[in-house]
């Protein structure tokens, strides 16, 4: 989950790095009123979680408490790439000697965070990555042993930073590393990190990014920033076809049969196990279909709930039929899913082995997942074939033809 | 209705209030529960989420619970 402007600085406030004074305003009266706390020049941010607010307008430069309540008035009427701003961060405008960029970053092919630090701050750090690579430090660092000091000055030193420039530096790179893991973040960025006249650095800008599941153990956190439960801070809201795979994971405890995301094709997917989704959903396109969404599902989950979801995924409009696929299951039955899907097709009114393009589970309770599977007259596979086979066969059946032959081997 | 699981429990076991009590307690998805009066329900609705465990058939007096599958032929559970 993605944090605003003025909440990110403020975790950055509270892993004790010093950042820029200012404060959160949403409307122009507050605005003056955080102008005059700062008693100085101030920059008046719109406070949206998109890109592009300085080409839209949504960033403004006042010298005066009068000139930022006039121009926080106009960016909170200000939408931007469709998003209204929640308010406006007023933040003093520091006279700065020099901009430096400092980040974390969850590093997913080695499953690990890793610190960047440059001394090219206040542009996009891919662009500096790319075109000036030597002015980019970088390294990765444990999420288990406690984080050291000395790896900080070694990416901080990387870029040829030494004396009481690296002196200074190292404590607020080390701070952003250890927010970085108290708060679960896949994303603590400060960009960017100034350093001013008198050789001290403050953050004046910070973009913070939570693990999503991270948020029940950051209730405190979130409560501290009032943060709602019902705010997703997902990169778009869900449709109401993705909360109604909300509703259906929650009706019970029992395994999980969710995290439904929309698609516009006509192959309704229940798919899961092990990262199966992601592979399914991908073998899907590989051979042509048109997914119709994405979802998972696993851990056992009761038969209504298997139910549900294949209820939902086959009430979607444009969907012909469903493909019931997953990898090796060993904690999931075969023949609870089985159940609930053909229950979900028979309440509906379609006829399963119409509606059922391919059973592909394997695994436990197997047996009596094939029987019932015979019982209603639906094509299935055992773990003989592969996902990508199985997807190629549900493709062929929508489709009606022979499919498209897949990308890649 | 269900479509895969029925379940028939003998007249002596549900009239039970004790056996009954004991039905409504082990099975894990709730398939069983006592009246009012403690004689057996069986909550048809709930049928279907029978996962096989034979816990009500150990339950009660050998072959005075069955878990009929619908799906092969009415075949009745038998002890693993």
Known sequence: ?409 | MALFIDVEVDQAVASDASLAAKLAEVCPVDIFAQKADGTLQINDDRLDECVLCQLCMNAAPQGSVRVIKLYDGNAVLGPV
């Open chain 1, 1 to 409: 989950m993605r944090f605003f402007e003025y909440e990110a600085k403020e975790i950055v406030r509270k892993g004790g790095i010093p950042t820029s004074k200012g404060g959160f305003a949403t409307t122009s009266e507050e605005a003056r009123a955080r102008a005059e706390e700062v008693a100085g020049a101030v920059v008046v941010k719109s406070q949206v979680l998109t890109g592009g607010r300085m080409k839209a307008g949504g960033v403004q430069f006042a010298d005066t408490p009068q000139a930022a309540a006039t121009h926080s008035e106009a960016i909170l009427a200000l939408a931007i790439n469709g998003h209204d701003p929640r308010g406006v961060l007023v933040d003093e405008r520091v006279a700065v000697k020099q901009e430096y960029y400092a980040g974390v970053v969850w590093d997913g092919i080695r499953k690990q965070p890793v610190m960047l630090f440059s001394d090219m701050g206040g542009i996009d750090i891919e662009e500096v990555a790319e075109k000036h690579p030597d002015h980019v430090g970088r390294g990765h660092f444990s999420t288990i042993h406690p984080f050291s000091e000395f790896q900080a000055k070694q990416v901080i030193a990387a870029v040829g930073l030494s004396g009481s420039e690296l002196n200074r530096l190292v404590p607020i790179v080390t701070r952003l590393a250890k927010l970085f893991l108290r708060f679960d973040m896949t994303l603590a960025e400060i960009n960017p990190l100034a350093q001013l006249e008198d050789g001290s650095f403050v953050a004046v800008d910070a973009h913070m990014e939570m693990e999503n599941e991270a948020r029940p153990r950051q209730q405190a956190l979130l409560s501290e920033l009032g943060v709602g439960d019902e705010e997703t801070r997902q990169a778009r809201e869900p449709t109401e076809f993705e909360l109604a795979g909300e509703a259906v994971d929650a009706q019970d405890h029992r395994g999980v049969a969710g995290n439904v995301t929309e698609f516009d094709g006509n192959l309704g997917l229940v798919i899961g196990a092990g990262g199966g989704s992601l592979t399914l959903f991908d073998a899907v396109r590989a051979h042509g279909g048109r997914p119709a969404n994405y979802c998972e599902i696993g851990g056992n989950p009761s038969v209504a709930k298997a139910c549900g979801l294949a209820k939902l995924v086959l009430s979607k409009p444009g969907v012909d039929k469903i493909a019931v696929m997953m990898s090796i299951v060993s904690n999931t039955r075969v023949d609870i899913v089985a159940r609930g899907v053909i229950k979900a097709c028979i309440e509906l009114g379609h006829d399963p082995a119409e509606k059922i393009a391919i059973f592909r589970i394997p695994g436990a309770w197997e047996e009596e997942g094939f029987k019932i599977l015979e019982r209603y007259g639906i094509e299935y596979a055992d773990r003989s074939v592969s996902l990508h086979e199985a997807a190629r066969r549900a493709v062929e059946k929508i489709q009606g033809a022979a499919a498209t032959p897949p990308a890649s081997a």
